[in-house]
């Protein structure tokens, strides 16, 4: 594989490249109230909680649970635990969004966002800008919600939890990084980036 440079999980391209994906902020709060009328149970999002709520539940330090709340794009909400996931997701749909599920948190979006389509975009993106380059891409994973990611990059590799990979990402043929959390995805992307050339 033949890279001209890597392209690495920098925020940079956050305020240069920002797309919002259909939808802002301002429709998936709306959104999250109609999916709240819509199941009959009151949804909890980042914009009904205050920062010190954010860092109860998420562990953030103050600033972090600023930037957290800082949305633009999506809503997340405390996950329904008692509410099916699939009848979810599909007052969702016809809602006109998507929704990413979590174990703690999930995400309400645009129906044309997501994790995949954001990649599809950068590599899209990345191409126009810089033809003729190879472009080799990696996507790291530890939950149902990295799926649609996982399945458009070059090399998906799975981040196993504490008790083993995800039942939901189980029996895909990817590479299971060695170790759990951020210890797994530093093995796994230095194993990597060590075998592609610049």
Known sequence: MKVSRPV???RGWRRLHSRPLICVYAQ????LRDLSAAIGEDLTGFGDLN???IMQLTGLSEPEAQRA?????????????????????HQVKALGFNVVVGDRFSHLIGDQA????AVQWLVNRYQQVNRGESITTIGLGNSPNDLAMLEVV???????GIKG??????NQGWKVAPFPGSVGWGVAVAEEVKGLSY
């Open 8 to 10: 690495l999980n920098g």
């Open 28 to 31: 998936v709060r709306d959104g």
């Open 51 to 53: 920062i010190a709520d």
């Open 69 to 89: 709340k800082n949305r633009e794009f999506t809503e997340p909400f405390i996950t329904p635990h008692h509410v099916d996931p699939e009848r979810l997701a």
């Open 114 to 117: 997501g994790k995949g389509g």
């Open 154 to 160: 070059d090399i998906p590799i799975i981040i196993p």
């Open 165 to 170: 990979v995800h039942p939901g990402l189980t």
